[in-house]
């Protein structure tokens, strides 16, 4: 058993989508458009199955009166906390934090050894989610 993808509401979708390609190398099908229900998705695929990214997916959403979940960004919260994306090396993950901070994206977590051994900074994308970069 394996988990097929995750998702994510947002309010800006097209950002979001090109974010996910632009600093994490996804790809993405075509739009989903559900003009009846006021739906639009892509789906992201981060790799192919047996190597990094093991085919992982990441379903991008947006519907009409979906409201926000009020908390601040990058506010920790119960439920769903963060997505940890495995980006190669530590000097990978340096420099992709860097990169992202020089974008203009907040890093909330500088690139350290966690407690349980892992090499991760942590970032937000464009809706505030927590981004957890680590290495393989």
Do not use: C
């Amino acid at each position: 058993m394996r988990i097929d993808h995750m998702a994510l509401y947002t309010f800006q979708l097209e950002a979001m989508r090109a974010f996910y390609i632009k600093y994490f190398g996804a790809t993405s099908n075509e739009k989903y458009l559900n003009p009846r229900k006021g739906f639009a998705s892509y789906f992201l695929s981060f790799g192919q199955e047996g190597t990094p990214g093991g085919g992982a997916r990441l379903e991008i959403m947006q519907k009409e009166q979906v409201p926000a979940h009020g908390l601040g960004a990058g506010a920790e919260y119960i439920g769903l906390t963060h997505l940890a994306l495995a980006v190669g090396t530590r000097p990978e993950v340096d420099a992709l934090t860097e990169r992202l901070r020089a974008d203009g994206y907040p890093v909330v977590g500088e690139p350290r050894t966690t407690g349980d051994g892992y090499y991760e900074s942590v970032v937000l994308d464009p809706d505030g989610n927590r981004l957890e970069l680590v290495a393989e």
